[in-house]
């Protein structure tokens, strides 16, 4: 005979329906913010180099130049 289907629910980390419980150190299964090393969410300011840095980059090419350079690495 066939047999039925049956699904399971992973454990849910929480205790209670209050995120407050939630808070604190990594927890197995508790999504990105158990990973500390992606901080998604805990991003600082976007860097602007500086004076210096901007003045020993080169010139942006053309679009001509980038056509070019696309043809050049596309041949076979």
């Avoid at 150190?25 to 913010?33: K, W």
């Amino acid at each position: 005979g066939q047999q039925e289907q049956q699904f399971d629910i992973l454990p849910h980390p929480a205790k209670s329906n209050d995120p407050a419980d939630l808070v604190g150190g990594p927890r197995p299964g508790g999504g990105l913010s158990s990973k500390p090393d992606v901080h998604a969410f805990h991003a600082r300011d976007p860097h602007v180099p500086s004076q210096e840095i901007l003045n020993s980059l080169e010139a942006p090419k053309s679009r001509e130049e980038l056509h070019r350079r696309a043809e050049e690495l596309n041949k076979k």
